[in-house]
Each structure stands twice: as structure tokens, then as C-alpha cells.
Antibody
């Protein structure tokens, strides 16, 4: 069974840092690009970051560029999101999602269960 | 403000058919990029419902269908059931934003 399990969420003060992890199983992790997507409480989905299978291509949403860093360890079947200079507006459930693609774009399947990040003093 | 525009809510009675629209622009849907749909049941993670405009993953009932035309896409749900009550999101790619995957704001489906 293809599975993604996030961890590392919690309460952090504004300006603080947090590192999220996503453990993958049930598929050849090193063959797939991955994404982080977040959802603020009561709000919609927001794509955060993308990393290719070899880490050669990385993209960020403008809202997190310069503050967040996506990375992966294919030997450990793990995806990471280092979040620095956190702000109240970064409060959200963070999901990792596998990237699947066709000729005209890509989509996310499956998704992990999410981990909650709360930025508050 | 989401790049893709969805109605905040739709509703229908059991057995009825409802549609959810997703309107984009010339830099995303209108540029030929595919539209994908996700279902998010209350308190759970999103689940892929439709990919590549109209394709259903294994296990998704054929009551769910997708289409795309011009700068818009639609999700149709026929034979509405109580368990379809959820939030639905469309997603595509936008060429004006580097590497950006974009979502609609989401539509809350209420089964009356």
C-alpha cells in the first residue's frame, strides 16, 4: 500500500523554525517527485513546494520563498520541509503528496494525513 | 484570492446531479494545462478524484465525471449520495508563476 506519513508539526513562536518530515512507503520513492501542500484552519489548499526525484529541480510558492527549504533523502525514503522565520500566517496543516504527471501538468496522489503547524506566541 | 475560481458552495438532494465549476485564465487552464479534482471529507486529507480533466483513478465511482473547455473545467456528480458531502478542489498548473501548481478556493457540497 502506498503510504505517506508526516511528522514534526507543533507549536512554535513567530520567527522560530521547524522541520517537517514525510516518510514514504509502498512505492519506489526515488522515482517520484514530491510536494508539500498546506491548508490553514478553515481555508483552502495552498501548494507550497515541489522537488524532483533527484532534487535537481525545486520550486517554491512566493509566500514561502527564502524562508522554507524542501529536501529529500532517497536512501531513507523521506521528504523534508525546513521552515524558518515562521509567521502566524504559516499556521496550517501541512501535507506531503506524491507527484504524478501527464503531458499537460501534474497532480497529487496520494496525500499524507497531514501535520499541524501552529505559529503563535 | 485563488488563481482558479470555484463557487463557495453547491447543494443538491439525494439522487440529483450537481456540477462544480472551476474557472481559470489563459495562463493556466486556457493554456492547455490539465485540471484535476480532489475530494476532502470532513477531518481528512484530500483524495484524488479526477486527473487529466476526465480520468477517474481506480476505485472512484463513475458517478463522478470531469470535463474541460476553454478556460474552465467542471466536476459533475450524479446520483448524489449523503457520503458525497465534502469539500471539492480543482487544481492545475500556471505558467505565469514559476513551478506553480495552483488550486481553486474549494467548493462545499451539501447534500440536502
Amino acid at each position: 500500500e502506498v503510504q505517506l506519513v508526516e511528522s514534526g508539526g507543533g507549536l512554535v513562536q513567530p520567527g522560530g523554525s521547524l522541520r517537517l518530515s514525510c516518510a514514504a512507503s509502498g512505492f519506489t520513492f526515488s522515482s517520484y517527485s514530491m510536494n508539500w501542500v498546506r491548508q490553514a484552519p478553515g481555508k483552502g489548499l495552498e501548494w507550497v513546494s515541489y522537488i524532483s526525484s533527484s532534487s535537481s529541480t525545486i520550486y517554491y510558492a512566493d509566500s514561502v520563498k527564502g524562508r522554507f527549504t524542501i529536501s529529500r533523502d532517497n536512501a531513507k525514503n523521506s521528504l523534508y520541509l525546513q521552515m524558518n522565520s515562521l509567521r502566524a500566517e504559516d499556521t496550517a496543516v501541512y501535507y506531503c503528496a506524491r507527484d504524478l504527471y501527464g503531458d499537460y501538468g501534474d497532480w497529487f496522489d496520494p496525500w499524507g494525513q497531514g501535520t499541524l503547524v501552529t505559529v503563535s506566541s | 484570492q485563488s488563481v482558479l475560481t470555484q463557487p463557495p458552495s453547491v447543494s443538491g438532494a439525494p439522487g440529483q446531479r450537481v456540477t462544480i465549476s472551476c474557472t481559470g485564465s489563459s495562463s493556466n487552464i486556457g493554456a492547455g494545462y490539465d485540471v484535476h479534482w480532489y475530494q476532502q471529507l470532513p477531518g481528512t486529507a484530500p483524495k484524488l478524484l479526477i486527473y487529466g480533466n476526465s480520468n477517474r483513478p481506480s476505485g472512484v465511482p463513475d458517478r463522478f465525471s470531469g470535463s474541460k473547455s476553454g478556460t474552465s473545467a467542471s466536476l459533475a456528480i450524479s446520483g448524489l449520495q449523503a457520503e458525497d458531502e465534502a469539500d471539492y478542489y480543482c487544481q492545475s498548473y500556471d505558467s505565469s508563476l514559476s513551478g506553480s501548481r495552483v488550486f481553486g478556493g474549494g467548493t462545499k457540497l451539501t447534500v440536502l
